[in-house]
């Protein structure tokens, strides 16, 4: 596709389901991020990919958040035991390079934790 | 902890007027800067990039760097209804593994 593509576009679970979000970065695109936007605030740096490796992990707020990127291309974040505190919206970007030149955001997946 | 700070507004603005969004940055290593803008609902749009001291036009944005003082600004000549969004500011860490994003200034540019 010619964007980054992000499923679902919505979910709710309900508080202590395990969520799983998907994101396709734009063909070709080396590196993939992954952020938490919550209402009124800016988006909050996750983690980053470089082809299939993580390489930094820093910004994951408890060890309930895992994220994986097997083949270097389609990446999934997971979130098990899910709280309330969770609910915001997860941007996944992409880009051909490191952050330095900015990116291009997907749609994202709104996540509401009842 | 490396920090973006943007006055959240709203900055209010009549159509046809200069909009002036700006943004303070912590990390006196960081090279480059991004203005991102954000329609309610929608995700964060990349609208300009800078990396050096002084001023990049494109169109009818400039954006404006000052390193020394850790200052980034956004200029918006001829404000139309349609610039009424929130803009982010962003600054690349010094490793490129991500950018730090502030909370964002809303603008309203009323006709």
């Known amino acids: 596709g010619a964007g980054v593509s992000q499923s679902p576009r919505y979910k709710v679970a309900k508080r202590g389901q395990d969520v799983a979000l998907r994101c396709d970065p734009i063909s070709g695109h080396v590196s993939l991020f992954w952020y938490q936007q919550a209402l009124g605030q800016g988006p909050e740096f996750l983690t980053y990919f470089q082809n299939e490796a993580q390489l930094d992990k820093s910004g994951l707020p408890s060890d309930r958040f895992f994220a994986e990127r097997p083949e270097g291309s389609v990446s999934t974040l997971k979130i098990q035991r899910t709280q309330q505190e969770d609910s915001a919206v997860y941007l996944c970007?992409?880009?051909?390079?490191?952050?330095?030149?900015?990116?291009?955001f997907g749609s994202g997946t709104r996540l509401t934790v009842v | 902890q490396k920090e973006v700070e943007q006055n959240s507004g709203p900055l209010s603005v009549p159509e046809g007027a200069i909009a002036s969004l700006n943004c303070t940055y912590s990390?006196?290593?960081?090279?480059?800067f991004f203005w991102y803008r954000q329609y309610s609902g929608k995700s964060p749009e990349l609208i300009m990039f800078?990396?050096?001291?002084g001023d990049k036009e494109d169109g009818r944005f400039t954006a404006q760097l000052n390193k020394a003082s850790q200052y980034v600004s956004l200029l918006i000549r001829d404000s139309q209804p349609s610039d009424s969004a929130t803009y982010l500011c962003a600054v690349a860490n010094q490793a490129g593994t991500a950018l730090i994003f502030g909370k964002g200034t809303t603008l309203s540019v009323s006709s």
């Open positions: 800078i990396y050096s001291n």
């Open positions: 970007a992409s880009s051909p390079d490191r952050a330095n030149y900015g990116y291009t």
């Open positions: 990390d006196r290593g960081s090279q480059s």
